[in-house]
């Protein structure tokens, strides 16, 4: 169990073969397709869009897989690209490593819409997230989505069927780096460290690079039963998915 050996950097061989293996049923349920749904639809294969730390393709596939968008698909995890690159190939994505900060090969007003997932909470470097941010508004036409889906910041300590990130009854502030347990599809777990930031710190990155406040979504689990036994992510949101536009 991976678990046992301590948080993993993101930006390793083990994490990129460990996030492979991740049991992605909460995401595939709760951001995934409302990621794609207020991205709106493309229109053939002018329409560019960005998956900004990519990790291993889950949602640049499924975003080509509409066959209404050309997809750029960036990570700075080489060993992230190899395994997307292998898992998820599709004629309509083009997988490039990038640096984490820099847009430079796109020319400004270019893109068509811009995601990003679960990426904020694995970089603990603000500059370099105020740096890329600034290079996402950079690169979108005006009025194009920015979709950014992270974990929520105010879930911390409950244990999710797939997740738990931190622990209970303690309060992270800016910055903490919180393990982090990932459920595997064997049903083994692994342990990623993640950076605490909260709600006002996402949106300061998107209006300090010149992005409207974005609309805040927290989506919980449909439950038909009793609510005492509702499993936690009808009760709380794993997820948040802020959208914003250029
Ligand atoms: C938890 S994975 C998420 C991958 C994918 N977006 C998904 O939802 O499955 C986080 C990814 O963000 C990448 N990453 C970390 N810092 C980044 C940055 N500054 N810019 C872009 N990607 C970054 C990591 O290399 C890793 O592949």
């Known amino acids: 169990m991976i678990a046992d050996e301590g948080p993993l950097d993101w930006d390793t061989s083990a994490a990129a073969d460990a996030y492979r293996?991740?049991?992605?049923?909460?995401?595939?349920?709760?951001?995934?397709?409302?990621?794609?749904?207020?991205?709106?639809g493309g229109s053939g294969a002018d329409r560019l869009a960005l998956d900004v730390g990519c990790g291993t393709g889950a949602v640049a596939a499924r975003l080509a897989g509409t066959g209404q968008w050309a997809v750029q698909a960036l990570d700075p995890s080489a060993d992230m690209l190899d395994i997307a690159r292998t898992d998820r190939p599709h004629p309509r994505v083009s997988y490039r490593l990038f640096d984490g900060r820099t847009l430079d090969w796109l020319a400004d007003d270019s893109v068509d819409a811009a995601v990003c997932c679960l990426v904020y909470c694995t970089d603990p470097d603000d500059g370099r997230l105020a740096a890329l941010t600034a290079e996402i508004r950079r690169?979108?036409?005006?009025?194009?989505?920015?979709?950014?889906?992270?974990?929520?910041?105010?879930?911390?300590?409950?244990?999710?069927?797939?997740?738990?990130?931190?622990?209970?009854?303690?309060?992270?502030?800016?910055?903490?780096?919180?393990?982090?347990?990932?459920r595997l599809r064997d049903g083994t777990t692994m342990t990623g460290a993640t950076c605490y930031r909260s709600l006002d710190r996402y949106r300061s990155f998107l209006t300090e690079a010149g992005f409207p406040s974005p609309e805040v979504e927290l989506p919980t689990l449909a439950h038909d039963g009793p609510t005492d036994e509702a499993p936690a992510e009808a009760r709380t949101a794993p997820y948040m998915i802020l959208t914003t536009y250029a």
């Open 139 to 182: 690169v979108l036409r005006p009025g194009a989505p920015y979709l950014l889906a992270d974990l929520n910041p105010e879930a911390t300590g409950v244990a999710f069927s797939t997740l738990r990130r931190g622990e209970p009854d303690t309060v992270y502030t800016d910055g903490d780096s919180v393990a982090t347990l990932l």
């Open 21 to 40: 293996d991740r049991d992605m049923r909460l995401a595939e349920e709760l951001i995934f397709p409302a990621v794609l749904e207020r991205l709106g």
